[in-house]
């Protein structure tokens, strides 16, 4: 008999959904809303919010904007945003999760605490992601964004070295990051470093693992744009090397079901609950066809 098991931690995280649900409050009220940047990673979602009436805009626009209403995402915007939106008479509406909240205190701390030393402060991130743009901003562009230890290049040997992490990512690449840049430092140099990775992240890692390794085939539901999600899908598919990433029903491959029993279907913290119950009923409507066509 086939089973078809929705993993239970997968789904938005507290941020994702606090952002969604202001959306949704405001949308309910009859009023603009402009959104800075696509509220989630994932297209889906971002379009079922348009046709709510949200209207996403880019940075290039909101500096245009005037006497409107415009609410930030999760991921969270630099110092400069808020000076524009005070300038255009902008009334924001603040979703910017908490931990990535305090994670920009703590860095803007840093930099400022540590103004007169040789510094740098680096951020393991994704160059140019929202929540790293954010980061970067409350050292005044100053911040190093490293990826991967390919990277160490752009960090300077002979000064003190602070070290953050996004919130979404590896934390085993995190302590990768740390350990190669302890190595390569000079021996009088300080350096500290902050554990700042999301546990809700984080805890997803063994368990988004041990639920790939329990289905013969794993559908990864998640937007390609998801920092997380390219993170989650490499850990399902190091588990269970039939994993296969997709953005929803429209580019399952219907063929890898035949002849599986047991089918896992999962996602990022961008993923939304009922795009991933989509992708079930797709494939208990085919395996019905397919049934009624043999009979």
Not at 36 to 46: S, T
Not at 81 to 91: G, S
Request: glycine letters at 8%; proline letters at 2%; one cysteine or more.
């Amino acid at each position: 008999m086939l089973n078809i098991e929705i993993d239970e931690q997968s789904g938005f995280c507290f941020g994702v959904t606090t952002a969604i649900q202001k959306a949704e409050e405001e949308l309910s009220k009859g009023e603009v809303l402009y959104c800075l940047g696509d509220i989630v990673h994932n297209g889906k979602e971002c379009e079922r919010l348009k046709q709510l009436g949200l209207i996403t805009i880019d940075h290039a626009t909101f500096k245009e904007l005037r006497d409107a209403k415009v609410l930030l995402r999760a991921h969270g915007e630099p110092p400069e945003t808020y000076e524009t939106a005070r300038r255009n008479n902008l009334h924001l509406i603040d979703a910017t999760c908490p931990v990535v909240l305090k994670l920009q205190q703590r860095i803007k701390k840093t930099w400022q605490d540590s103004a007169n030393e040789n510094r740098q402060i680096v951020i393991h991130g994704q160059a140019g992601h929202a929540e790293v743009l954010g980061l970067v901003g409350q050292t005044h562009g100053e911040a190093i964004v490293v990826e991967d230890t390919t990277q160490l290049d752009k960090i300077s040997t002979d000064k003190n070295t602070y070290i953050y992490s996004q919130t979404t990512k590896s934390l085993e690449g995190y302590k990768q990051i740390v350990e190669a840049i302890k190595e390569k430092l000079s021996t009088d140099c300080k350096m500290e470093f902050f554990d700042t990775v999301c546990r809700r992240v984080a805890n997803r890692m063994n368990g988004i693992g041990e639920f790939a390794k329990s289905h013969e085939l794993i559908f990864f539901v998640c937007g390609r744009k998801s920092s997380n999600g390219k993170i989650l899908f490499d850990e399902c598919k190091r588990m269970n090397p039939n994993s296969h990433q997709i953005e929803g029903v429209q580019e399952i491959d219907f063929a890898l079901t035949d002849g599986v029993q047991s089918i896992g279907i999962c996602g990022a913290t961008s993923t939304p609950k009922w795009l991933m119950e989509n992708c079930k009923k797709a494939i208990i409507n085919y395996k019905n066809n397919i049934y009624e066509e043999q009979n």
